[in-house]
């Protein structure tokens, strides 16, 4: 027997060793999953994962790069948490998508009058009861609690671009997308009944609706600009004050609810603002003629990766929507990738697409299959 052939004699005893470990482990990591289910609790969980790879990276001395233990024990992970949701997946079939039915209940963030507002009035109708949320983690924490049945929030607009709290949230809390909303945004200037440009001295509104409406405004350089917290908290607040020398940026919507005047219409600078809205549910739904997908994944910090991920797209010729990167906790400069892209997930050549990217992630999760809305994107 040569060198080589021994050496390779002892790769293979060390190869049965290591499956035979990574057997166990995997039967150990169904337990673990099993168990997160029965207690609703998250399969990811960032900070074990960190605690898993720094004791080792922090401990075992070895005579090269720590780095490939770093890399071997993140795709350990990575094998053991999908096995993981792949066997809860199988448990579970999925929900159909019920709509827009009557008597659920639908949280969103803002008062009633906001865009958010609008934006459940428009998909689910007026029939349902509506919930007011304070902040976007409050919509989540309803939704977890199931106070709610779905949430409606903002995830980006034309013009400011992403909202980058809802991507984080909906990552954090593992819940799905069943729906999205594109919203036209049109400003208003709405005054109490009966006054007239020449009354106004004050205007409210959110910062970004002063901002988007700047050249209107500044046809009125004696009106001072009053940042508010919220467009259609000003028009509450206009409304309750009933001075016609305060005015307020809002949407129509606000102006039927707080019994305001329309002065001016549709003054905002850019008449193709409009914000994309998602639905989020806590089940992962079924939702017919589904025809985007949208996933978050991570991957290996080194040249190339996401190159090799998103090539999958081109070879398979699917249209890629959005690509939106988040800091990945506890790393510098990795990121987590917010990806949307058309198809469904019923067609062979996206399940394909599917398990070769899931291949090469770090982390990853699917987010859901909806039907997408003109205008979103």
Known sequence: MTELEKL??????????????FIERMALAARIGIYKEEKNLKIYDPAREREIIERFANEVKVGFDISYIEGFLENLIFLCRSFQEDIIGRKQEPLK???????????YQGIPGCYSYQAVIEYF????????????RDVFEALAKEEI???VLPIENSISGSINEVYDLLREYEFYIVGEKCLKVEHSLLTVEGAEASDIREVYSHRQGLMQCCRYLSEYPEWKQMPYFDT???????AKEGLKSKACIAGKKAASIYGLS?????????????????????EKLEIENADKISIVCS??????????????????NCNLM????????????????????????????????????KKKCSYFRFLGNYRSEVGCG
Not at 8 to 21: A, C
Not at 125 to 136: H, P, Q
């Open 8 to 21: 390779r004699h002892k790769i293979n005893e060390t190869d049965e060793r290591m499956v035979g470990l």
């Open 97 to 107: 998508f019920e709509g827009a039915k009557t008597g659920m209940v639908i949280g």
């Open 125 to 136: 109708g007026e029939e349902n009861k509506i919930l007011s949320c304070y902040s976007f």
């Open 149 to 151: 049945k779905y949430g």
């Open 232 to 238: 259609a908290g000003s028009a509450e607040y206009v």
């Open 262 to 282: 329309i002065i001016s219409q549709d003054i905002q600078n850019n008449k193709n603002n409009r914000t994309r809205f998602i639905i989020i549910s806590k």
């Open 299 to 316: 991957v290996p910090h080194k040249p190339g990766t996401l190159y090799r991920l998103l090539k999958h797209f081109a070879e398979a």
């Open 322 to 357: 959005k690509i939106e990167s988040r800091p990945l906790e506890g790393k510098a400069w990795e990121y987590f990738f917010y990806i949307d892209f058309s198809g469904n997930v019923k067609n062979k050549s996206i399940i394909d697409i599917l398990a070769e990217i």
